[in-house]
């Protein structure tokens, strides 16, 4: 090949590369005139708006106050009277009070005091033992070398004479309780007095059993 073909052939080649970049910017030209127009109209729709102005309502004026209507005075009240200078010259026509027979009446009201039982805690003068039989030791508690205690609660009546027994402790139980019972029932006692009388009361009685 000769020189000059080989110019030429290049120089082709050069001229359609141009004509090609040429027309690659003439389309994005074009392609960008097509895509800025309605973005454009869109910010012309968006920046028109029309000014309107506001008109401020106008205050409604207030009501007069209405005047107050002046309450009538009240005639002033007339003092209570004093109810101690009331009373004290009137006869209210209640009978006087005779202490005589207001116990007389608290006495109908209770009852009989004999029928009441005390206890020796409540009463003037307690209960004292001033005749003791003497209670038989148990053969098999005496033969074990058993000791012990029976503590009772007895009722004792105005003659100092003992009426019931009820065992409140025993120890050992049950060993010793029929012998103190049977033995107790025989004892006398001085009895209780409350206010000068002798009067029916309750009281404890602790019977020991030593084999000494």
């Known amino acids: 090949m000769s020189r000059s073909f080989l110019l030429k052939n290049r120089l082709k080649a050069l001229l ?14 074009v392609m960008n005139r097509f895509v800025s127009t309605p973005e454009k ?28 209507k002046s309450q009538p005075k009240r005639a002033p009240q007339a003092p209570l009277p004093s109810i101690g200078s009331s009373l004290s010259g009137l006869d209210l026509g209640i009978p006087a009070f005779d202490m005589g027979a207001m116990e007389d009446m608290g006495k109908s009201l209770l009852g009989d005091m004999n029928d009441v039982v005390m206890t020796a805690d409540s009463v003037d003068v307690a ?4 005749s003791r039989s003497a209670m038989e030791y148990p053969k098999k508690a005496r033969a074990s070398g058993v000791e012990g205690y029976v503590t009772m609660n007895l009722l004792i009546n105005e003659q100092g004479g003992v009426e019931t027994v009820t065992v409140l402790e025993s120890q050992p139980l049950g060993v010793f309780d029929e012998v103190a019972v049977n033995g107790i029932r025989n004892w006398k006692f001085q009895p209780a007095r409350y206010q000068g009388k002798n009067v029916k009361v309750w009281a404890k009685q602790k019977v020991r059993f030593d084999l000494n």
């Open 127 to 130: 209960p004292k033992a001033v």
């Open 16 to 29: 359609w590369m141009l004509f090609g970049a040429f027309m690659v910017l003439a389309v994005l030209v």
């Open 41 to 68: 109209e869109e910010a012309l729709k968006t920046a028109s708006f029309d000014v309107q102005k506001v008109v401020k309502p106008k205050p409604k004026p207030k009501p007069k106050p209405e005047p107050q």
